[in-house]
């Protein structure tokens, strides 16, 4: 374990073993760029190595994530678009300044109420009628020894089933659509969800 917890740490190792194990997120990329549109103002919550962001328009795009070690990879290697680090519970964003928000393999390492104040301030930031798309690990998927060790390698504590991850949207979002997937041999649960207006 202390093996895949320094790898997890090393953006470009995790990186790379990961567009293995998820055959270059092909499946994944398919289904952001299908739901979200190329040139509006976009936020990646939690962007990681910034593997989606050549699915927006660089001047359109904004990458935040927590660990500086990633952000100054995703810098290197996306060196038109925009990354900053910032933690999700608490965005310095004006309000409603994103059209669309895309939360990617985030919410499996945050508890409930950590979680829930992540998805309140991606609320605040995100227009009337905005789009959200959440893509997590889902507990089914640790059936198989591959799976298990991705989710060790990933060192998400709260990987959740697909109707947990709905309690913790609905009071915030309106989900107009939901599945399951997989992307390589991860298995993932999406949520295209609209936000609700603030009552």
Known sequence: MNIIFTLSKLPWTFHFLRKILELNYVQTKEKIRHYFDYAVPTLDLGCGTAEFCRCFAPGAYLGIDIFAQYITFAKKRRPGYA???????????????????????????????????????????????????????????????????IHAMDMGDHIREKEEYERLINKLFKIDESFTYYSGYCHYGLWLMRKLKES
């Not at 950590?114 to 507990?139: C, M, N, P, Q, S």
């Open 83 to 149: 990354f900053v680090v910032a933690s999700g519970q608490d965005l310095c964003l004006q309000s409603k300044s994103f059209s669309q928000i895309l939360i990617s393999g985030v919410i499996h390492h945050l508890n409930d109420e950590i979680a829930r104040h992540l998805l309140k301030e991606a609320h605040r930031v995100l227009v009337d009628d905005g789009k959200l798309l959440l893509i997590e690990d889902i507990t089914a998927s640790s059936t198989s020894f591959l799976s298990r060790l």
